[in-house]
């Protein structure tokens, strides 16, 4: 039996998979993972803005490759504020960009120049 709706509508894995409209944030293929940006082993919180839905291989990607993870905004070094830092993003239903993350489960576009990061095409 799933969770009644309030309950899941408060729940950051499903706030953030609602943003995302189930497609991955990073490529725009299917999501399949919740991804901390900063690790929950390292402090990070379960909250919007530290989250991320990931399909299966950037997930993979993300931490077979930390450095180019890290410089996209994919993850974050401890003592990070997520709700500060852009990441480089596909959102559902806008264009590729560094976008920032709310905790109310929205985007909020970055509006100074910053060069695209090396991020997986898997879409």
Do not use: Q
């Amino acid at each position: 039996m799933s969770a009644p709706a309030t309950t899941r509508s408060r729940d950051p894995r499903f706030i953030v998979r609602a943003r995302a409209d189930d497609r991955c944030e990073v490529c725009g293929a299917l999501g399949t993972d919740w991804s901390h940006r900063i690790a929950a082993s390292r402090g990070g919180l379960l909250i919007p803005f530290n989250g991320l839905w990931l399909d299966r291989a950037c997930h993979n990607w993300a931490h077979a490759n930390p450095d180019l993870a890290r410089a996209a905004g994919i993850h974050l070094p401890t003592g990070a504020d997520p709700e500060l830092e852009p990441v480089w993003l596909r959102p559902a239903l806008a264009w590729p960009g560094w976008w920032f993350l709310t905790d109310w489960g929205g985007y909020e576009l970055l509006r100074k120049e910053r060069p695209a990061p090396v991020v997986p095409a898997c879409a």
